[in-house]
């Protein structure tokens, strides 16, 4: 990546979400550009599900927490505005948050933009942490601490599995791997 980039233009996005499938809903989405600006920071109510026990064993975040809150529609526009300004979408393990978004009814085309680049810090950090995985073959993906304690990122009061947190911890590692 060039280090002339207009840092702006680089997002960091992550999702915390009711689970893993097809009907999961976001229940946190942050969102940070290159500068370290965070742009969008917010809990958000489902509107199908009443309780996710499995995933808030993971991130903690409680139907509590988030009965009070907006729904995602709230903040679509916000949402839609931030993304068609990028240039770059980083993440880790994007396909992830960028699939839960299209779930939330995010138009994600935009993302399809020939001057858009997505990029998976997850995908890259595999071949810098080296460790082959014998069944699918190449190298095996580590989680989003493993890459963090890599580049000795200090999370500091924060703690991994909260969408800021970890939009924080990704971006940090981006930013070493290209010398940002």
């Not at 893993?20 to 965070?38: C, R, W």
């Not at 839609?80 to 880790?92: N, S, T």
Request: aromatic share 10%.
């Amino acid at each position: 990546m060039s280090v002339s980039v207009d840092l702006a233009k680089i997002i960091c996005f992550d999702t915390e979400t009711t689970g893993l499938g097809n009907q999961a809903e976001i229940l946190q989405l942050s969102i940070m550009n290159a500068a370290d600006e965070v742009l969008f920071d917010e809990y958000i109510r489902p509107k199908h599900h009443l309780s996710w026990p499995e995933a808030e064993a993971v991130h903690h975040i409680s139907p509590e927490m988030v009965a009070d809150k907006e729904a995602i529609d709230a903040h679509h526009d916000r949402i839609v505005e931030i993304l068609e300004a990028a240039q770059y979408y980083i993440g880790y393990n994007i396909l992830y948050d960028i699939r839960m978004l299209k779930q939330a009814g995010i138009p994600m085309d935009s993302f399809h933009r020939k001057h858009v680049q997505v990029i998976d810090v997850m995908r890259n950090f595999a071949p810098v942490y080296g460790e082959t995985n014998p069944k699918r073959g190449g190298y095996k993906w580590q989680n989003l601490t493993t890459c963090a304690k890599y580049y000795k990122y200090d999370w500091g009061s924060d703690k991994a599995h909260g969408a800021l947190a970890d939009t924080k911890a990704t971006l940090y590692c981006f930013k070493k791997m290209n010398n940002l």
